[in-house]
């Protein structure tokens, strides 16, 4: 591959997936090396004053401040682009922080946004707390009932913002559909991504325009960094998200883009054997719990839907014991493989309690009107031996009385 060859679109357009997770976006320095560089500087300096000027202008391409562009940070930015099949993607510094991003940029005091039930708690908290603030309303909705989403649509709604599946209820939304509602009245659908990555799902194939990412999750893959990521139209990450991130300053180090842009390189096999191991793990499970939610076994209401927009199962599905809070923490505490933890999408399986840990902010009230209890637990299922995940989960389901 020469020097530029991975940032050149006429030739990675043509890349196949698999390609484009080890070699898109890669561009090489003079030196020739073959893992992508890692530019640990703030700034840069030019030749000339009328080169900096130029650059400033926009008249002339290359580097100004790391807080806009970075060769590491732009490498990732590319890569996930390509696997995303967008036109553009900008990195910030945490899922979060791209979520907040997404929104921000493009909302107003006036604004109305629709917003699913079910979603990562901080997801929640920017529509119910922090957007009100700066007079934007949010109308809560059943992601999955695509009739409630066309009729919260006010004359000022600009924005749907949903994930699928949703955390912790694995709630699958149909992107098809609510895409088009959305484009039938000139608003902007932004859906969290986070559960499934490019390589099991990409909603700008259905008609979404914006994908907001946490890369922490399984484009890491391994809990070693923070990282978000947004992808859409030039148009959006230009001319809306730029200006916003510019001038707020959410980016991404370039130590964690570089960290990132290894883990895109085992993406697509990391997601495929832990939705793997989930189905399998997920099966055993469901034998034992009172109820489980899994989008891709029989008993999920929305499996079809599921499988048609994800090409596997995922890692994560979760669980709903009756004996509430106590019997979830007895499980937990039983776990002698498995880690407690709140984090997703790692290579490590690891379980959480939503109603203590990731909604605990939401209060009673919150969580009950999301569908989450405090019997529901959530499993990221990770690479390790599926034989050894099912053994630990046996004992720990014995001991917690099931």
């Known amino acids: 591959m020469k020097r530029t060859t991975g940032q050149d679109r006429t030739q990675t357009r043509n890349w196949r997936p698999a390609t484009r997770a080890i070699r898109g976006g890669t561009w090489r320095s003079e030196m020739g090396e073959t893992s ?53 993607c900008r990195t910030q510094a945490s ?45 809560v909705v059943d992601a999955g009932d695509t009739a409630q989403w066309e009729a919260a649509i006010r004359p000022n709604t600009k924005v749907f913002f949903f994930e699928t599946p949703a955390n912790p209820t694995m709630d699958v939304a149909d992107l098809a559909a609510i895409a088009e509602i959305a484009k039938a009245h000139g608003i902007t659908t932004v859906v969290d991504n986070a559960f499934c990555s490019p390589a099991l799902q990409r909603p700008l194939e259905f008609g979404i325009d914006v994908v907001a990412y946490s890369a922490t999750k399984l484009m890491d893959g391994q809990g070693r960094v923070l990282a978000g990521a947004v992808c859409g139209s030039e148009e959006f990450i230009n001319d809306k998200l730029l200006p916003f991130q510019r001038n707020t300053g959410p980016n991404l180090s370039p130590f964690n883009a570089w960290v990132v842009l290894k883990g895109l390189e085992t993406l697509d096999l990391r997601a495929r054997k832990q939705s793997e191991n989930a189905l399998a793990l997920g099966r055993f499970v469901e034998k034992r719990v009172p109820r489980i939610l899994h989008p891709w076994l029989d008993s999920h209401p929305q499996q079809a839907l599921a499988m048609k927009q994800m090409d596997a199962c995922g890692p ?71 034989e050894d995940l099912i053994e630990d989960m046996d004992q720990a389901l014995a001991k917690a009385g099931l």
């Open 36 to 88: 992508e560089a890692l530019f640990l500087t703030s700034g840069y300096s030019y030749d000339d004053a009328a080169s900096v000027a130029a650059r400033f202008a926009g008249e002339q391409e290359g580097m100004t401040y790391s807080r806009l562009q970075n060769p590491t940070v732009a490498m990732l930015e590319e890569r996930i682009a390509l696997l995303e099949g967008a036109e553009a």
């Open 95 to 139: 899922g979060m922080a791209a979520m907040t991003a997404a929104l921000l940029c493009q909302l107003s005091a006036g604004d109305h946004m629709v917003g699913a039930r079910a979603a990562f708690g901080s997801c929640r908290w920017l529509g119910d707390h922090l957007l009100p603030r700066f007079g934007v309303e949010t109308t």
């Open 316 to 386: 994560i599905f979760s669980m709903v014991l009756d004996g509430g809070r106590a019997q979830a923490h007895a499980l937990l505490d039983a776990l002698q493989l498995i880690d407690i933890s709140n984090n997703i999408g790692d290579s490590r399986s690891l379980m959480c309690h939503p109603a203590s840990t990731t909604h605990h902010n939401m209060g009673a009230e919150g969580r009950e009107a999301m569908g989450i209890g405090e019997g529901m637990l959530r499993l990221n299922v990770g690479l390790e031996d599926i």
